[in-house]
């Protein structure tokens, strides 16, 4: 934005200075996971916090994710607002039990007696060579779950903003960090702040084909779109920011507009956040379709080390291209 | 010190406490009765798992409990709950699926929660209410509040892995709970000896560093003198403590249990040493208990379930409107 001030820099950089802000302005806040105080976090999220916090508030777990998670339900009905941090979401599976089980039902079958303000962070994703156990995407599975708010910031303005957010809400959200953009740097408004975090965004306009995403797959969707641009195709960016609640409104407004939708997603195919778009697009908006909607998601196997393989097996920009190119195409 | 002219002498606090004592296990035995008749009558229905032949370890427990203490239970806890103070009305109105329930008939017989006494619910899934705990002490911990957390779970428990990552947690964090192991020596049907090799829980706990005792749970003065002394040990603010309840249920499972994993003649023998009469005996002898009190305690107690039955009976069905209630929170 024009006169706004900005400073450079990472995705990283930019979830810490969310962590610390929380830190600062609310003494209920605390971290706690594996590694996020000595270690500094195992992607240096958290670095430098334990110097500033002390260990009461950068809390080093043991690797015990489903005592930590259920500490942290725990914690946050008795009146904290913990961020946990469970260092992949591969490793959340051992917390499964006390996130279905307990933080997405104990209000419900209390009731509505007892409201769990918990946060829980995690990384997400493949892309790293890191071989099936450490590249799972599963954040499209955790948006299955009544009872959970599931947030996938994938720039820098929702890695430094949607945190806050999160820790408002008196109810459980998950935020899942895509590996691949801690990395990532730009320019932030050196005034950015908290984001709401129930809207989709349109991150490029266009009238051809809606390319519908979310966390990692946004960067390579946006230069999918550049391209596309280059052949003459507009096609319009949405990211979905938000798995649960899904903005349908948004998905549909824009597919109202460009008759056409491709939807990206790193997980696989089958019984995904992409096949519950699909029909959500065919449930609201099937008379405005010029096209069938393609999906572009991981092969469905576990992902394999080796980087060709790897590749072949994850969305990528020329895939989704080639996909829009077509289905544009077949208008004639 | 001379005792003032208007208190009671000594001898007839302990025998009002005495009273209390097996009026207290007398209200659980009666009301689950009522609770087993209501459920053929198919009032009740969904799994009820009853605690006839434990009230002993609930009610003796309960007492070393201040009512700012967190409490944390099982599926079994229609005890924990009626003494804790959780109103009878309100759970037989929960057993039945009322809306004017503790949980306002979303829980049913497994989910007691109750705001007001900090009564953590019913958790059914074994060993996920350990967590919880965990995380309720630190909180108190973290904001510098005296008061403890007491968590109750069956011996099937310690088979879990969230047992043993609680335990750890709550020993090394020096968190103030209270552990209340209540081992009737069969989870559901499979004997403690043939699902652990190590069949001594207390040395499970003291592995942890967690100062563990046995204690004879068919006798409510042992139950309130061992956790009279963890809770004060506790409150010291020296860590957890773990008490080993051995105790014995003398019902099935639940209302679908056929019972073919053990022998009637062990049932008869434990039946020999239950709690109330024995109790109810050993007050007679020493004359603290007579033949009208004992009548009276009856009738006190049969006219409170009389009601609480009323009460569910006289209850509403929450509208099908509100289905969906209670999977956010309805406060911003």
Not at chain 1, 209 to 235: P, W
Not at chain 2, 134 to 162: I, M, N, P, S, Y
């Amino acid at each position: 934005m024009a006169g706004t001030k900005t400073v450079r820099i990472t995705y990283r950089e930019a979830i810490r200075q969310a962590i610390r802000e929380a830190l600062q302005r609310d003494p209920r806040v605390f971290l706690m996971g594996e590694d996020v105080g000595r270690y500094g976090g195992c992607f240096a999220v958290s670095k430098g916090l334990l110097d500033e916090f002390g260990p009461e508030r950068i809390r080093d777990t043991p690797l015990s994710e489903s005592a930590f998670v259920g500490a942290g339900i725990g914690a946050a009905l008795g009146g904290m607002r913990p961020i946990v941090e469970i260092m992949t979401v591969n490793f959340s599976l051992l917390a499964l039990d006390q996130i279905m089980n307990n933080a997405a039902t104990i209000l419900h079958m209390s009731g509505g007696q007892f409201n769990i303000p918990l946060v829980i962070r995690t990384t997400t994703g493949a892309g790293r060579q890191v071989a099936a156990q450490h590249s799972h995407s599963l954040e499209g599975w955790y948006a299955h779950i009544p009872g959970l708010k599931i947030l996938t910031p994938a720039t820098l303005e929702d890695g430094r903003g949607m945190l806050w957010t999160a820790l408002q809400d008196p109810d459980p959200v998950l935020i899942f960090e895509h590996g691949g953009l801690y990395n990532v740097e730009g320019e932030l408004a050196s005034d950015a702040g908290a984001v709401e975090i129930e809207k989709a965004m349109v991150r490029k306009s266009g009238t051809d084909v809606s390319l519908i995403t979310y966390g990692g797959t946004l960067g390579k969707t946006l230069r999918a779109a550049e391209e596309l641009a280059g052949m003459g195709v507009s096609a319009e960016v949405l990211d979905l920011r938000t798995l649960r609640p899904l903005d349908a409104e948004a998905i549909v407004d824009s597919v109202t507009r460009t008759h056409r939708a491709v939807i990206i997603d790193e997980g696989w195919r089958s019984g995904s956040i992409s096949a519950e778009i699909s029909a959500r697009i065919m449930e609201n908006a099937f008379y405005e379709l010029d096209s069938p909607v393609a999906r572009i998601c991981a092969a469905e196997v576990p992902m394999p080390y080796a980087k060709h393989l790897e590749d072949a097996a994850l969305p990528q920009v020329a895939t989704i291209v080639e996909t829009a190119r077509e289905m544009v195409g077949e208008r004639g | 010190m001379a005792l003032q002219a208007d208190s009671p002498p000594q001898s007839a606090l302990e025998r009002q406490h005495s009273l209390l004592l097996l009026r207290e296990m007398l209200r659980i035995r009666r009301f689950e009765e009522k609770c087993a008749e209501l459920y053929s009558a198919g009032k009740i229905r969904g799994f009820v798992h009853l605690y006839i032949g434990e009230e002993a370890v609930a009610v003796g427990a309960m007492q070393a409990f201040d009512p700012d203490d967190a409490i944390v239970t099982t599926y079994r806890e229609h005890g924990h709950a009626l003494v804790r103070g959780v109103s009878a009305p309100s759970i037989m109105a929960e057993m039945y699926g009322k809306q004017e329930g503790c949980s306002r008939g979303r829980g049913g017989s497994m989910h007691l929660f109750d705001a007001a006494t900090r009564f953590y619910g019913g958790n059914a899934i074994v060993a996920g209410g350990l967590p919880l705990a965990v995380g309720l002490a630190l909180a108190d911990k973290l904001q510098g509040r005296l008061r403890l957390t007491a968590c109750f779970f069956g011996e099937g428990a310690v088979a879990e892995g969230e047992f043993h990552e609680s335990m750890n947690l709550a020993a090394l964090w020096k968190l103030p709970v209270v552990f209340c192991c209540e081992n009737n020596l069969y989870a559901m049907g499979t004997a403690l000896k043939r699902s652990e090799s190590e069949t001594d829980l207390c040395l499970k706990a003291s592995s942890y560093e967690v100062p563990a005792w046995p204690v004879d749970g068919m006798d409510v003065e042992a139950c309130e003198a061992a956790t009279r002394r963890a809770a004060t040990a506790v409150r010291s603010g020296g860590g957890p403590c773990f008490l080993e309840f051995r105790t014995y249920r003398f019902r099935a499972h639940s209302m679908y249990d056929p019972e073919l994993y053990r022998d009637k003649q062990e049932v008869e023998e434990w039946k020999k040493r239950d709690p109330i009469s024995t109790f109810g005996q050993r007050l007679q002898q020493t004359e603290l208990l007579t033949d009208e009190d004992l009548k009276a305690i009856e009738d006190q107690v049969a006219a409170e379930i009389a009601k609480a039955i009323e009460f569910a009976e006289a209850g509403t069905w929450e509208p099908v409107e509100d289905l969906t209630r209670f999977v956010h929170s309805e406060r911003k």
